[in-house]
């Protein structure tokens, strides 16, 4: 059982440069979620879903685009990175219910110089 | 702005020792209330939650204490080992709002020494 999976694990990219982070899971979860890590600013929200063909806005949304074509997928993407994005990022996945456990991937480490 | 306050950023604890991280919250809203702890290099995990209606929750070494008028919960880990060394989360979650948004505390970085 794979869980939640990111891809790439790292990356380095030039200011100016778009990319995607691709995050899949395998269990089934309607919501899914992206964060940033920063030191001291623990673990932020950029956008979420609440199910295929749904997004929102988070805490940090500015800079990114998310899509949800496929429930089990969520995809974060930078149209023109800034060195503000050097970050860690890391997706997450829960299911609809009372426990509310999330789910996190092992998170994309991303420098922008 | 930051919903959920934690503290301390650091914490460095003697191998047995308790270790002990704080959270307060603002949104009365919130009712959930669940710890993750991270690995460096790993996401985060989840390890302890409890729910406003219960005072304390214990599970093994963890213990959560929940003050719901204080709005404050905090952690504590009882006879601390090398190996709970990690970053350790505090968060809150709206249940009823039906977007499961998980709100973070800035995280706490526990080094039990040997």
């Known amino acids: 059982n794979a869980g939640v999976t990111q891809t790439p694990k790292f990356r380095v990219l030039k200011t100016g440069q778009s990319m995607t982070l691709l995050c899949a899971q395998d269990m089934n979860h309607e919501y899914m979620y992206w964060y940033r890590q920063d030191p001291g600013m623990g673990l932020r929200l950029i956008h979420y879903s609440v199910g295929e063909g749904t997004t929102a806005k988070g805490e940090v949304p500015d800079g990114y685009n998310v899509s949800r074509l496929k429930k089990q997928n969520f995809l974060l993407g930078l149209e023109s990175a800034a060195p503000s994005q050097t970050s860690v990022y890391f997706c997450a996945s829960s299911l609809l219910s009372l426990v509310a456990e999330a789910f996190f991937g092992q998170g994309t480490r991303l420098t922008v110089v | 702005q930051q919903q959920v306050k934690q503290s301390p950023q650091s914490l460095i604890v003697q191998k047995g020792g308790i270790s002990i991280i704080n959270c307060a919250y603002e949104n009365t809203a919130f009712d959930y209330f669940p710890w993750y702890q991270q690995f460096p290099g790993k996401g985060p995990a989840l390890l302890i939650a409890i729910r406003p209606d219960v005072s304390e929750k214990k599970e093994g070494r963890f213990t959560i204490s929940f003050n719901k008028s204080a709005k404050q919960f905090s952690l504590h880990i009882m006879d601390s080992q090398p190996g709970d060394s990690a970053t350790y989360f505090c968060?809150?979650?709206?249940?009823?709002?039906?977007?499961?948004?998980?709100?973070f505390g800035t995280g706490t970085r526990l080094k039990v020494l040997a």
């Open positions: 968060a809150a979650i709206d249940l009823g709002s039906g977007t499961y948004k998980y709100i």
